[in-house]
């Protein structure tokens, strides 16, 4: 089971850390990943950590801005947002994938078998 959490309301060029609280299996155990979608949109890739936590992709948006890590004592990953802009805003999720090598699948929703519920995201001007 996944809980996100961290999310909130923040001016443009401030920064924000989500939290992916998971309970059972170690996240060493998964592909983790970061996933957001605003109103409208598709879910859109943003970041994952492989098993090791020694790979970390970015899609190129956050890219600079967005760092992913986790905290395997504590069973939780994070996001760390900089310089946040507007079009940032959405609900982010994270997710675990059970597959043991990362390849450009893992941009795909579709890759992951668990899913936590979301935290809203607001970045205002």
């Known amino acids: 089971q996944l809980q996100a959490s961290g999310g909130g309301l923040v001016q443009a060029g401030n920064s924000l850390k989500l939290s992916c609280a998971a309970s059972g299996r170690s996240i060493s155990s998964y592909i983790m990943g970061w996933f957001r979608q605003a109103p409208g949109n598709e879910r859109e890739y943003v970041a994952s950590i492989n098993r090791s936590g020694g790979l970390k992709y970015y899609a190129d948006s956050v890219q600079g801005r967005f760092t992913i890590s986790r905290d395997i004592a504590k069973n939780t990953m994070y996001l760390q947002m900089h310089s946040l802009k507007l079009e940032d805003t959405a609900v982010y999720y994270c997710?675990?994938?059970?597959?043991?090598?990362?390849?450009?699948?893992?941009?795909?929703?579709?890759?992951?078998?668990?899913w936590g519920q979301g935290t809203q995201v607001t970045v205002s001007s």
């Open positions: 997710a675990a994938d059970r597959s043991y090598y990362m390849d450009h699948r893992i941009q795909s929703p579709s890759e992951y078998d668990y």
